[in-house]
């Protein structure tokens, strides 16, 4: 047990040294001293511009090591200066009556600290200040570089005293391939290394013979038993088939790895026939890929991952120019490589480039072609714009029509590396473009399979989401076909990893990745007590509906504050910080949100003082009808025509609201009633008693009362007013007694009268004498004669009645 303690002791003892020397050496000060040498060597470089792109890269690689390391002892130092502040600021200013004496004096030492901690910071603060204006400046001195050297003038290559000495050159350079490869053979010959070599070589050469020859057919296979006798493909098998296609590309490539790892086991490839074996791989990729995207854009299948409105003739004519494409793509790629080797004169490169530029371009003009007819077929009818995706194929179509002639013109006119640059990076971004076509088809396909909603759906939200960060992803790769470094990808995502600062606020995506995790998190948490509140705890005690409505909808708010308060804290953003934003959003509220503040306070009222809760009856600016939802900005209102009507809340506080069910159902119904003059009232009244009794609706305390109104100039007026028990059914109710008023006074032979009106004519000739002018008293009198005039009676003759007879004029 001793023993067995005594090692323990010594296994911490070892753990602790090597802890404290690992921290030692990670907290070892940078050698400033060398620093400078890199400093000067740097300015030198920039100042004379005389160092090769590769030297520059080098340099810059360096530099950006250094400007690391002076990140970190910065952030590492900062942490005691960061513990003696927080101590000063702890111990408060110097009172006026002055402090004790100790006290004193353990402020002197920690101001003695926080000087002696600061140095080193502020030291390497300027040393990563000034590695970051070294890089920026190598980085602002290639940009100009490539620029020149994209826009510099050169030989024009229709000039045929340029072609020979070309072709002369490349034949040389590929001479010179072949003389290395022939001394190499026979060095290994006589030192005898090719007999310990020529295992592996045979070895990985029988892999690739077998991978190049047979890779392409095995896969094929592979393809034809997933998809023969299947006129309908599941989602799953698409996806299978699409993955299964990929070895088109994939087991070629291996077949290349393995024919450079037989030639890397000898010492046969010379120094040009290693540039050529370096580059192999990415030429085959870039072949292989032209090849696979065109069999997908342009399948021959029946059921294509992409279905283009274009013939059979059409298709295959696609398919041979993105091989085409894709064979040009990668000589180029090699050419570039051997003529930044060899040094080829200006006019090799102007005549080499320039034929690559015009058939890359003829190709490309020929894609942008089918791709044009394709999107001029997705129109509904011929009169019809186009749709989103059509307009965007249709762009892509004229772009690419545009570069390829544009390349062809610049790089005949002497511009050859600018327009071999330009034509040859938009092929790169076209390819990249298909990719991302097929993937995000492949990827709703995926989502097919794992909902099971069958191969032909077009996609649920969820796909679309992930075609869009896949977009974003391939934004590197973009700026790759376009040039960018490697190096300066790198920059820009340590760039954004690190994040922007505003101020003392520091945005990062981990910062904002938090945030909103925690958020999500909390609003989910938020969710899940509102409805235990709302089906377990609310129902079992005594408040009516609205109350516990009101207390969800109150716990709701209070989550959701609570959950971005904790976001913000966990993500680490001081909300002193946004103080200043927060004063500036109070002024904007102030005047330009002040409706929807006054609504989103009086949505709080109505939910703490409840004069209106959900399920009431109430009536508000002429609208009536039930209240269903009360939210933060309106209150919805659904009438008895079952429409929503939308109400403000801060109309529900500020203005007159009537509530009929507020507190209970209880509500009065008035129905009035006329009878005939001469009839016996109380005998009425009795009768409409009866009635209202008789309802199972109306309350016996207190009882219905009968009213007789008055008299009226048509009937005797009376109401029965009855209070129910659910004023909800009060047209149920006075319905049902008007039928039954009806039916006893039937019986009862009480009459309800209705309104008579006594109509006088003023001027009765008027009317003989339309009469008399009427076709039928024309008809009546012989030809010949005129039709008498009406003759007026005397005024004296008159009655009082306004006749001439005496008579009523009814």
């Known amino acids: 047990m001793r023993?067995?303690?005594?090692?323990?002791?010594?296994?911490?003892?070892?753990?602790?040294?090597?802890?404290?020397?690992?921290?030692?050496?990670?907290?070892?000060?940078?050698?400033?001293?060398?620093?400078?040498?890199?400093?000067?060597?740097?300015?030198?470089?920039?100042?004379?511009?005389?160092?090769?792109?590769?030297?520059?890269?080098?340099?810059?690689?360096?530099?950006?090591?250094?400007?690391?390391?002076?990140?970190?002892?910065?952030?590492?130092?900062?942490?005691?200066?960061?513990?003696?502040?927080?101590?000063?600021?702890?111990?408060?200013?110097?009172?006026?009556?002055?402090?004790?004496?100790?006290?004193?004096?353990?402020?002197?030492?920690?101001?003695?600290?926080?000087?002696?901690?600061?140095?080193?910071?502020?030291?390497?603060?300027?040393?990563?200040?000034?590695?970051?204006?070294?890089?920026?400046?190598?980085?602002?001195?290639?940009?100009?570089?490539?620029?020149?050297?994209?826009?510099?003038?050169?030989?024009?290559?229709?000039?045929?005293?340029?072609?020979?000495?070309?072709?002369?050159?490349?034949?040389?350079?590929?001479?010179?391939?072949?003389?290395?490869?022939?001394?190499?053979?026979?060095h290994e010959r006589l030192s005898h290394d090719l007999g310990r070599s020529l295992p592996t070589m045979l070895f990985y050469l029988a892999i690739s013979f077998v991978l190049l020859s047979q890779g392409t057919k095995w896969t094929n296979a592979a393809l034809h038993m997933v998809t023969r006798e299947r006129r309908e493909l599941s989602a799953m098998r698409w996806v299978s088939a699409f993955a299964l296609s990929y070895g088109q590309v994939a087991l070629p490539m291996l077949g290349v790895f393995a024919f450079s790892k037989a030639v890397y086991a000898t010492d046969l490839p010379g120094l040009r026939g290693d540039v050529i074996l370096a580059n192999l791989p990415i030429m085959t990729f870039e072949l292989l890929t032209a090849r696979w995207l065109g069999e997908r854009i342009f399948s021959r299948a029946e059921q294509p991952l992409l279905p283009l409105n274009l013939s059979a003739?059409?298709?295959?004519?696609?398919?041979?120019?993105?091989?085409?494409?894709?064979?040009?793509?990668?000589?180029?790629?090699?050419?570039?490589?051997?003529?930044?080797?060899?040094?080829?004169?200006?006019?090799?490169?102007?005549?080499?480039?320039?034929?690559?530029?015009?058939?890359?371009?003829?190709?490309?003009?020929?894609?942008?072609?089918?791709?044009?007819?394709?999107?001029?077929?997705?129109?509904?009818?011929?009169?019809?714009?186009?749709?989103?995706?059509g307009q965007l194929i249709y762009m892509l179509s004229r772009y690419m029509i545009l570069v390829s002639v544009a390349g062809a013109l610049l790089s005949m006119g002497g511009l050859t590396r600018g327009a071999s640059y330009i034509v040859f990076s938009s092929v790169r971004s076209v390819f990249l473009v298909a990719f991302l076509l097929v993937a995000q088809r492949v990827i709703q396909k995926i989502f097919a399979a794992l909902s099971g909603r069958g191969a032909d759906d077009d996609g649920s939200l969820g796909a679309v989401l992930t075609g869009v960060a896949l977009s974003i992803l391939s934004i590197p790769v973009f700026a790759l076909c376009w040039g960018a470094q490697v190096t300066h990808l790198r920059q820009g995502w340590e760039a954004l990893t690190t994040g922007f600062a505003f101020g003392d606020l520091v945005l990062a995506p981990k910062t904002i990745f938090l945030l909103i995790v925690v958020?999500?998190?909390?609003?989910?948490?938020?969710?899940?007590?509102?409805?235990?509140?709302?089906?377990?705890?609310?129902?079992?005690?005594?408040?009516?509906?609205?109350?516990?409505?009101?207390?969800?909808?109150?716990?709701?708010?209070?989550?959701?504050?609570?959950?971005?308060?904790?976001?913000?804290?966990?993500?680490?953003?001081?909300?002193?910080n946004i103080a200043l934003f927060a004063g500036a959003l109070s002024v904007g509220i102030g005047f330009g949100l002040q409706t929807i503040v006054s609504n989103f306070v009086s949505g709080i009222i109505l939910l703490i003082e409840r004069p209106v809760s959900e399920g009431d009856w109430i009536e508000v600016n002429g609208q009536m009808g039930y209240v269903r939802d009360i939210s933060v900005r309106a209150t919805r209102i659904e009438t008895f025509d079952r429409t929503d009507v939308v109400v403000p809340n801060s109309d529900l506080v500020s203005n007159t609201v009537t509530n009929y069910t507020r507190g209970n159902t209880v509500g009065r119904v008035i129905v009035p009633v006329g009878v005939a003059y001469g009839t016996d009232t109380r005998w009425v009244e009795g009768i409409l008693r009866e009635i209202a009794e008789a309802h199972p609706m109306v309350l016996a305390n207190p009882g219905p009362a009968v009213v007789f109104q008055g008299f009226g100039a048509d009937s005797l007026d009376f109401e029965i007013r009855a209070i129910l028990r659910d004023v909800n059914w009060v047209l149920t109710v006075k319905s049902d007694m008007n039928h039954e008023i009806a039916r006893r006074f039937a019986e009862e032979g009480i009459e309800i009268p209705?309104?008579?009106?006594?109509?006088?004519l003023r001027n009765p000739e008027v009317l003989q004498g339309d009469a008399a002018k009427s076709p039928e008293t024309a008809a009546a009198v012989p030809k010949g004669q005129d039709i008498p005039s009406p003759t007026p009676p005397d005024f004296e003759d008159l009655d009082a009645d306004g006749d001439a007879d005496g008579g009523d004029a009814r």
């Open 3 to 186: 023993a067995l303690s005594r090692y323990f002791a010594i296994a911490l003892t070892c753990l602790a040294l090597f802890v404290s020397m690992a921290w030692a050496q990670s907290a070892q000060e940078p050698d400033y001293d060398a620093w400078r040498k890199v400093v000067d060597r740097a300015t030198e470089a920039i100042d004379n511009d005389r160092a090769s792109e590769a030297a520059m890269d080098a340099l810059r690689e360096q530099l950006v090591g250094w400007r690391d390391t002076f990140n970190s002892e910065s952030s590492r130092t900062r942490i005691s200066v960061s513990t003696l502040e927080a101590q000063l600021t702890r111990l408060g200013p110097v009172p006026e009556g002055g402090e004790a004496e100790d006290v004193t004096d353990e402020r002197r030492q920690l101001q003695l600290d926080l000087s002696a901690a600061q140095a080193p910071v502020r030291r390497a603060d300027l040393a990563y200040s000034e590695a970051e204006e070294l890089i920026r400046s190598i980085d602002v001195l290639l940009r100009g570089r490539q620029t020149q050297m994209l826009l510099e003038l050169g030989p024009i290559p229709l000039n045929p005293q340029l072609w020979w000495p070309a072709l002369d050159q490349v034949l040389d350079t590929f001479r010179v391939v072949a003389l290395e490869f022939q001394s190499g053979w026979r």
């Open 313 to 389: 003739a059409e298709k295959a004519k696609g398919r041979r120019a993105s091989v085409t494409l894709g064979a040009v793509l990668a000589l180029s790629t090699m050419f570039y490589k051997l003529s930044r080797y060899e040094n080829w004169t200006t006019g090799t490169e102007a005549v080499v480039f320039c034929v690559f530029t015009i058939v890359a371009g003829f190709f490309l003009a020929q894609l942008a072609i089918l791709v044009s007819r394709h999107a001029n077929t997705m129109r509904k009818d011929e009169e019809s714009p186009l749709s989103a995706t």
């Open 519 to 576: 958020y999500v998190i909390g609003h989910t948490i938020t969710r899940l007590i509102q409805s235990f509140l709302r089906d377990n705890v609310l129902p079992k005690t005594r408040l009516d509906v609205g109350g516990q409505t009101a207390v969800v909808s109150g716990a709701g708010y209070v989550g959701i504050f609570l959950a971005a308060l904790v976001a913000l804290s966990v993500a680490g953003i001081n909300l002193s």
């Open 754 to 760: 209705f309104a008579q009106r006594d109509v006088w």
